[in-house]
């Protein structure tokens, strides 16, 4: 979506992080993203740890849908 993966060759996601953080000035860090949406993330985060199951996830644009995809689960 950010046209920051290479289109070859898949990355992990910490070397996708790596690569993405570092390229604005001054870096993104983690705390950034999320600001006080620490909540929301983590709430993300055990749904995709638990079992399988369906959700939808939405967004008003593309713009706000990856930075919310590339953040952890904030909005």
């Known amino acids: 979506m950010l046209g920051k993966a290479p289109r070859n060759a898949a990355l ?4 996708f992080w790596e690569r ?10 983690e705390a ?9 993330a983590e709430q ?4 995709l740890a638990g079992a399988p199951q369906n959700f939808t996830i939405a967004a008003e644009d593309a713009e706000k849908w990856s930075r919310w995809l ?5 909005d």
């Open 12 to 15: 992990s996601t910490d070397e």
């Open 20 to 29: 993405c953080s570092t390229s604005f000035k001054p870096a993104l860090t």
């Open 32 to 40: 950034m993203l999320l600001c006080d949406r620490k909540e929301k």
């Open 44 to 47: 993300l985060l055990d749904v």
């Open 70 to 74: 590339h953040s952890d689960g904030s």
